[in-house]
């Protein structure tokens, strides 16, 4: 793969082979972000386990401490006073029948859609449009909830869904590489304690295979998830 000059600059100052603990991984973090506009910070998690078993399923939320750095568009569907609660909680777009109208044509203008129980019937119809992009409301990924309003202000503050693509690859942004060191390892250490709580009681052996962060043009960095549990144990 061909990179240009300030990339292969930074990625010098990465040792591949090491694992760096999230302090030291994140004050490399700020010296490899190549960009001059303010990167987002990607953070990759390589599961042990099969993405095609249904007993090794993975997914949830997290609710990122030093938030994204991100605005998200929040789509709600839900009637009565639920409705009325999401619309006061900040939602973007609040509706029912013609909500799900609008999607049913084509319309994905956001980054969530949440739903209250109460009408997961109407929900259902939009497999076909949501379930390719992965916005499809889940009561594991707290997107189907009856308290609406917390959840619109929870995820409007920075909570995340995470999940595993076919690789059993978790992706996620967790903010900007202008944040606060503290802030950047704050959210590092909730994705890994978020994600170690998922794991399935049916899966056997390595959980973690890998993980890394890295800036949108900056080199990866590989981080010591096993010392990073032990030390939150620790703390505990």
Do not use: C
């Not at 009637?79 to 009325?84: D, H, T």
């Amino acid at each position: 793969m061909k990179t240009g000059k300030k990339y292969a600059e930074k990625a010098k100052l990465v040792d591949r082979n090491a694992l760096y603990i999230i302090e030291e991984a994140v004050e490399l973090l700020k010296k490899t972000a190549p960009a001059k506009f303010d990167e987002t910070i990607d953070f990759s998690i390589r599961l042990g386990i099969d993405p095609k078993k249904t007993d090794q399923n993975v997914r949830g939320t997290v609710a990122l401490p030093g938030g994204t750095g991100k605005k998200v568009t929040l789509a709600v569907l839900a009637k009565g006073e639920k409705y009325k609660e999401a619309q006061e909680a900040g939602a973007d777009h609040v509706g029912m029948d013609d909500l799900v109208e609008k999607i049913m044509g084509g319309w994905t203008e956001f980054d969530l859609l949440l739903a209250t129980p109460d009408v997961m019937a109407s929900v259902g119809k939009l497999g076909k449009v949501l379930g390719k992009k992965g916005l499809m409301p889940n009561p594991k990924a707290g997107t189907v909830t009856n308290d609406i309003s917390k959840a619109v202000k929870d995820f409007k503050a920075g909570k995340v869904e995470f999940k595993p693509d076919k690789s059993a690859v978790i992706h996620l942004g967790i903010g900007k590489v202008s944040f606060d060191a503290k802030a950047i390892s704050s959210n590092i250490m909730a994705v890994l304690e978020a994600v170690n709580k998922a794991r399935p009681s049916a899966f056997k052996g390595l959980y973690f295979k890998s993980a890394y962060i890295s800036s949108t043009m900056g080199p990866s960095i590989k981080l010591n998830v096993q010392k990073a549990l032990k030390s939150a144990q620790e703390a505990d």
